[in-house]
């Protein structure tokens, strides 16, 4: 990262500037991202929204290192993401950075409690079981821990994939629609639950979703519309 | 946990996963067939290196058509055996065996096995029974229907049986040779009264002694040999041997290559799925940090594992058939070849883990290389990987395997050549079948039409399933056919009153007698031939090998000793093509068939003692068959020089001559005018036909002439046959693994499409169709299928059978009618079993649950 752009992003534990995202399609180039300008800091929580195609998850997976940009530069972590390959973007990511999807992907031939395994297994942690028992726990499926994701219900599942983004410690959690495929009750109790062990872990936590509740209880709220941002304060 | 670890863990948590049990399987029944070969070929070639000497039953053997009386002087241990062909009798039964009669220091090197009982290990004991008595192969027993201890007739004498030859120096046992054994005593030889002037002789001359005494004798002594002669060296004996076994072994082993490409396709097809399967995965491991390089050693060592695991257990079921293998091969294979080797264990595996790598590395390749954002967009799809890559990493591994199993340049060329012609004729048969497919998909109703259309819908997978089960149903049938077809064509093809004895040896004394047997139980003779054997040596003054290029110098007709027989008259079933007949006028195509030609006018011999005599006088005469002129370069107005005996003879080729070899007659392929060779001993020979309804007379014919070597046809036929049959069970076994590559290529593809095919199950369940209607609409697919492959495969084998037929053996061609049915029959049964097994838990999830779990 250059001096110029760390003196831009003080503290900044991710970082978005003049970020855009085009891509080709047979009507010409069609663009998803313009000029994004972003910065948050530890600890904070960001909600993305926006209609449909507004390029809510473009703009997630880039921050997380997903993909590349077509113009701008994003920082994630200390680290200037346009400067790394893909696998040096997954080695920054390892340990340090949670998931939570929309579609839960949680492997089907795991148990909830081996779905919280894998990633703190490749991450090396001697502790694994432990503390993928210990997040199992927290989530509150202490019990259902040898049940396969097909045993589980869509919150409970959802429940284990959070379980599984917190278990490493990571200092940062990228969450794409976490209640877009659940039903409303349930769908709040998962916010409960992601926001619960957010503050309890201080991590920091953008997620993009439709859910104006959702949104209403992240501390900053980036608004898309057409791929441009709008950066509105907390209601 | 380390990532290879991490990678076993999760292959452990998906073991029940369908790709990896297909891919498993295919990799077992890749391997199965190759390590079976393997197996056994090995076995074989070990059990003949580790006879080495043993298996001459000396260090050096001489083999002569007529005594030898001199030798150089030597101090070594020596041992002489006579070898003959013979009748043998008891009561009505007769058998034609050969006889190999032995001193006391018979084998000088390894030993001679003797059993009391048939299928006994035997002990080891000189081969020279006791007085009286005689050693023989248990087939002969069963031929005769006799025992141990009985007594049988070998021409005028009459021996006991006293013990079984379980192993002797030089055999396998089986498949090699038509006439069973009989070991007697050299001095028992002469009661016989068999031997005749003129039969065919082999005098075996065995020496063993220290290296360099060896050596000395064998530098002295060859210089002195003629071109009927041979001297074997341990070595050499071996080496031919293995050579002709390698042959063998090399056809053995392609057979067995298809069926691994087979399994190769089947695992393509899975390893492509499981990859489809995990881009998710490898996307959700990537988001948690996961490298490229971490990836690949995490799916690399599933793979390993899997690649391990599958040779293993295909190298446990090579174990387990090659044994199979053996016993119809080698009945005795237990006591006679040695234990596993280590060897093909190894050949196997790799194998194995190459045909692995090449089919799957694509697919890995790919999920390796998938995109993190994935995970969140589903759509988007994995790197493509370099079209040129995959080819070069699947052509390369087979090619590799190919040349590795082939170990022959010409023969991987046209392996792959064949292999390659014969999978574009199949795609292109198939895709014409799915067109057909279309009108009869267009009259139908129902879950036929349903079933029908899911065939025509996943065109890539329909083609490539018939491809692989036509060519499996294909290569089955065509042995099938082969095996009954040849031989019965052969049978067929004789007319109906054809000579079906050959009745050899008959001394000039018996000439008469036989005749008058003959004509008093009415049977029909052939013309009499009389016989001497003879060596061709050289043509018009020079060696006859210098005169040919180095490719047909190999000829069979050099290396052995030919019926040589004069007459005036030409045979029927002869016809000359070029130059004259004997002593008729030129130009003149005399073709009339003749009397028996006894060939006894006096004549001046011309017999001289220069072996390559330039010209010969001009009233030596000679007819060559036009097969062996074309082999050998000859013409008319050639010379060429025989050695018969010690004597060298030479003849003008004066006629060119086509033979009906099926005509059953004897046939010969070179005929000299008579006068030439009138002094030399003969014994004639002569074929004649027996009825159904006279055979009673045989017995008769064998007591009343025991030197008369009986030659029966369907005896030779049926001995043919079963040798035949051997062979082809024994690929047949083979065979086996091939239709089980095909059944996983079939159960690799419809797994691949599972997917799919559930999605659409729900909609039509949903919708309200019956689970009965999506069961026959499945069923209806896959015997659609299995059909087509069986209708694919007859077409295939009715044109190859054709082509072998017509071209390979001249029989006519006809047409197999119970084909059209038992190989659609055998197609709709196995494909559709396989194509059921694999999908009816579409038919059977409720819909709610098949859309959870889709989701």
Redesign the interface.
């Known amino acids: 990262m250059t001096p110029a752009a760390r003196a831009q992003f003080p503290a900044a534990i991710v970082a978005a500037r003049a970020l855009s995202q085009r891509v080709s399609t047979a009507d010409g180039t069609l663009a998803i991202l313009s000029e994004v300008e972003l910065a948050v800091k530890a600890g904070e929580t960001l909600a993305i929204t926006g209609a449909s195609g507004s390029g809510k ?1 473009t703009l ?2 880039l921050l ?1 290192g ?2 590349q940009p077509s113009a701008g530069e994003i920082e994630l972590l200390g680290q200037r993401l346009n400067d790394l390959d ?2 040096a973007r ?8 949670g ?1 939570v ?1 929309q ?1 839960f ?1 949680l ?1 089907p ?2 148990t909830a409690l ?1 779905n919280i395994l ?2 703190l ?4 942690r001697a502790d ?1 079981r432990e503390r993928a028992a210990h997040w199992l726990d927290r989530v509150g499926l202490a019990a259902r821990a040898g049940h396969t994701p ?1 045993q589980l219900s869509g919150g409970e599942q959802q429940r284990v994939a959070i379980a599984r983004a917190f278990a490493t410690d990571p200092e940062i959690v990228f969450a ?1 629609e976490p209640t877009g495929n659940l039903d409303a009750d349930t769908g709040a109790r998962i916010i409960e639950l992601l926001f619960e062990l957010n503050d309890s872990a201080r991590t920091t936590l953008i997620l993009v979703t439709h859910d104006d509740a959702l949104a209403s209880r992240c501390q900053r709220r980036l608004h898309l519309v057409a791929g441009r941002a709008n950066e509105a304060a907390r209601a | ?1 380390s ?1 290879a670890k ?1 990678g076993l ?2 292959l452990r ?2 073991r ?2 369908g790709e990896w049990r297909v891919l498993l399987l295919a990799l077992i029944i890749g391997v199965g067939s190759v390590s079976t070969t393997g197996f056994l070929g090995d076995r074989i070639k070990r059990a003949m290196s580790e006879q080495g000497a043993n298996f001459l039953g000396a260090d050096l053997l001489v083999s002569s058509p007529r005594p030898i009386e001199t030798w150089p002087r030597h101090d070594l241990k020596t041992s002489s055996a006579l070898e003959f062909a013979s009748m043998v009798s008891r009561g009505d039964a007769f058998q034609l065996a050969t006889l190999r009669a032995v001193d006391a220091a018979y084998p000088l090197r390894g030993s001679v096995r003797i059993a009391d009982r048939p299928f006994e290990a035997g002990t080891p004991r000189p081969a020279q029974p006791p007085s009286g008595a005689v050693y023989v192969d248990q087939e002969l027993l069963a031929l005769l229907n006799t025992r141990v201890g009985d007594a049988v007739q070998i021409g005028e004498a009459t021996f006991r049986i006293a013990g079984v030859v379980a192993e002797e120096p030089g055999q396998l046992g089986g498949v090699f040779g038509f006439a069973p054994r009989v070991f007697l005593r050299t001095d028992e030889v002469e009661a016989t009264r068999v031997l005749q002037p003129g039969s065919r002789l082999t005098y075996l001359y065995q020496f063993a002694g220290e290296p360099d005494p060896l050596a000395a004798f064998s530098t002295a002594l060859k210089p002195g040999l003629d071109s009927t002669q041979r001297l074997i060296g341990s070595r050499e004996g071996v080496e031919t041997l293995r050579g002709a076994f390698a042959n063998a072994d090399h056809y053995l082993q392609l057979t067995a290559l298809i069926s691994l490409l087979l399994s190769v396709a089947a695992i393509a097809i899975a390893a492509h799925r499981h990859a489809l399967r995990h881009y ?2 490898a996307a ?11 990836l690949r050693i995490l799916y690399a060592a599933q793979l390993l594992t899997l690649g391990l695991l599958g040779s293993l257990l295909g190298v446990a079921v090579g174990a387990l058939m090659q044994q199979a293998l053996a016993s119809l091969i080698l009945p005795d294979a237990v006591t006679r070849l040695p234990s596993l080797g280590a060897v093909p264990v190894g050949v196997a595996v790799v194998s194995g883990l190459l045909a692995l790598a090449g089919a799957s590395l694509p697919a890995l390749l790919r999920l390796i290389r998938v ?3 994935r ?4 759509d988007l799809p994995p790197l493509p990987v370099a079209a040129w890559i995959s080819a070069v990493f699947s052509g390369s591994a087979l090619l590799l395997l190919i040349a590795w199993h082939a170990g022959d340049a010409k023969l991987v060329g046209i392996f792959v050549g064949a292999l390659g012609a014969l999978v574009a004729v199949l795609i292109l048969l198939a895709r014409l079948a799915l067109v057909a497919g279309r009108g009869v998909q267009r009259i139908s109703y129902g879950p036929l039409r349903f079933g029908l259309a899911q065939l025509l819908r996943h065109r890539f997978d329909s083609t490539l399933q018939l491809g692989a089960f036509t060519l499996a149903l294909f290569l089955v049938a065509l042995l099938a056919l082969v095996r009954s077809d040849l031989v019965a064509g052969w049978r067929q093809q004789l007319p109906p009153q054809a000579p079906n004895h050959f009745l050899v040896n008959i001394a000039p004394h018996q000439q008469d007698a036989v005749a008058a047997y003959l004509s008093q139980h009415r049977l029909q003779a052939s013309e009499l031939y009389p016989m001497v054997r003879g060596r061709l040596v050289s043509k018009n003054g020079m060696p006859i090998a210098d005169t040919l290029p180095p490719e047909k110098r190999d000829s069979n007709t050099l290396r052995r000793e030919l019926n040589l027989t004069w007459t005036a008259t030409l045979p029927a079933n002869n016809t000359v093509l070029a130059g004259r007949w004997h002593s008729s006028p030129p130009g003149g195509n005399d073709r009339r068939a003749s009397g028996p030609a006894k060939g006894t006018q006096a004549g001046a011999p011309l017999l001289h003692s220069d072996p390559y005599p330039r010209e010969a006088k001009a009233s030596a005469e000679i007819s060559v068959e036009s097969g062996m002129a074309e082999r050998l370069d000859l013409a008319v107005g050639d010379t060429l020089g025989f050695q018969i005996g010690d004597q060298s003879v030479a003849a003008r080729i004066t006629s060119l001559r086509s033979v009906k070899w099926d005509s059953m007659q004897p046939n010969f392929f070179v005929i000299f005018a008579p006068g030439q060779l009138d002094a030399l001993p003969a014994s004639s020979i002569a074929s004649v036909y027996v009825p159904p309804s006279a055979t009673s007379v045989l017995p008769g014919f064998v007591k009343t002439f025991p030197g008369i070597t009986v030659l029966a046809l369907d005896k030779l036929i049926a001995n043919i046959e079963a040798v035949f049959a051997q062979i082809i069970a024994a690929i047949q076994l083979l065979l086996g693994f091939l239709l089980a590559a095909g059944m996983a290529v079939v159960v690799a593809t419809l797994l691949a499409s599972l997917d799919a095919r559930q999605q659409e199950a729900v909609l039509l369940r949903t919708l309200g169709a019956q689970r009965a209607y999506l069961a026959k609409g499945l069923w209806s697919e896959f015997i659609a299928l299995g059909v087509l492959a069986g209708l694919l495969a007859s077409a295939c084998a009715e044109v190859a059978m054709a082509l072998i037929a017509h071209r390979l053996f001249e029989l006519p061609v006809r047409p197999h009618p119970w084909l059209w049915l038992a190989l659609p029959a055998a197609g709709a049964l196995l494909v559709g079993l396989s194509g059921w097994l694999t999908t009816r838990h579409i038919t059977r999830v409720p819909p709610m649950q098949s859309i ?2 889709l ?1």
């Open positions: 998850s997630l997976g997380a997903l993909d893909e696998d997954a080695r920054l990511r390892a340990g340090r950075v998931f999807f579609s992907q492997l031939a795991l081996e894998l990633p297994e490749l991450a090396g694994a097909r794409d | 946990m990532l991490l863990w999760l948590r998906e029940a996963s998710d995965q959700l491991l990537r988001c948690f940090g996961a490298t490229t390089a971490q995109p993190p954002l995970v969140l967009r589903r959870r779990a989701n």
